[in-house]
C-alpha cells in the first residue's frame, strides 16, 4: 500500500469508512447538527485499501472496517454495516444487502431480484427490518458499537426519488409512505441510520470535546 494522504482536521471532521456518497451526506448532516463535526468518506483519502466485509454480522464488519481504517490513519473513524433484513427469506439479504443480485449489483438490480423473491407473497408476509451497526474505533480506546432498527414491510414496486438502496421498497406503515419518498430531513430523524447514530451520539455528547477525540 502506498503512502496514505490525509487533509482531514481531527478536531472538526470524522472518518467515515465508506465509498458511499449517501451515507456520508446523512451521517454528516446529524454529526454536524449535534457535535459540530464534519463526516468525510473514504473518497477524502488517497491510498487506503479497500476493507473486504466477510464477518457474517453486521457488527462484526463494522467494526472490521472501522479499526482497520483508524489504524492506518491515526484518526477517530466510525464505520457501518447496514442492510434489510426480510421476514419471509428468514433475515436475507442481511450482510449481503448491497451485493444481493451478486458482486458489483445496482440498487435497482437488488430491488428488482427481491421483489422478484417475495412476488406472490402477501402483505402481512412482507415484513421486514432495515438495521445498521454502527462501530466507532478511536485509537487507544475500546470500539463502541450500536445498532438501530426501523421496522416497515416490503412494497409490491418501488416508489419514490429519494433516499438509495432499498428505500423506494421499504413501506413505512406511520408515514404512510416508503423511506424513498420521504424528504431527507425526515429520513435522517427516523432511519435506522439516524436512530444507530443518536445513540452513538449518545455516548459521545458528554464527553466530547476536540482533545478527547485525539486522544490529548
Request: a negative charge.
Amino acid at each position: 500500500m502506498g503512502e496514505v494522504k490525509t487533509t482531514a482536521q481531527p478536531e472538526t471532521e470524522w472518518v467515515f469508512a465508506t465509498r458511499n456518497a449517501h451515507k456520508v451526506k446523512e451521517l454528516d448532516a446529524i454529526f454536524h447538527s449535534v457535535l459540530g463535526i464534519h463526516v468525510v468518506g473514504l473518497d477524502h483519502f488517497d491510498g487506503l485499501p479497500e476493507i473486504v466485509e466477510d464477518r457474517d454480522t453486521f457488527e462484526g464488519n463494522a467494526s472490521k472496517k472501522a479499526e482497520t481504517i483508524a489504524a492506518i490513519l491515526g484518526l477517530p473513524v466510525a464505520a457501518d454495516d447496514s442492510g434489510l433484513c426480510v421476514d419471509f427469506l428468514k433475515g436475507a439479504p442481511g450482510v449481503y444487502s448491497a451485493r444481493y443480485a451478486g458482486p458489483g449489483a445496482t440498487d435497482q438490480k437488488n430491488n428488482e431480484k427481491l421483489l422478484q423473491a417475495l412476488k406472490g407473497v402477501p402483505e402481512e408476509q412482507r415484513g421486514a427490518d432495515f438495521v445498521c451497526v454502527l462501530a466507532l474505533a478511536i485509537p487507544g480506546q475500546d470500539t463502541r458499537i450500536v445498532r438501530g432498527e426501523c421496522r416497515g414491510r416490503i412494497a409490491e414496486e418501488p416508489r419514490g426519488k429519494y433516499g438509495f438502496g432499498y428505500d423506494p421498497l421499504f413501506f413505512l406503515p406511520e408515514q404512510g409512505c416508503t423511506m424513498g419518498e420521504l424528504p431527507p430531513e425526515v429520513k435522517n430523524r427516523i432511519s435506522h441510520r439516524s436512530r444507530a447514530t443518536k445513540k452513538l451520539l449518545d455516548l459521545l455528547k458528554d464527553q466530547f470535546s476536540p482533545e478527547w477525540t485525539t486522544g490529548g
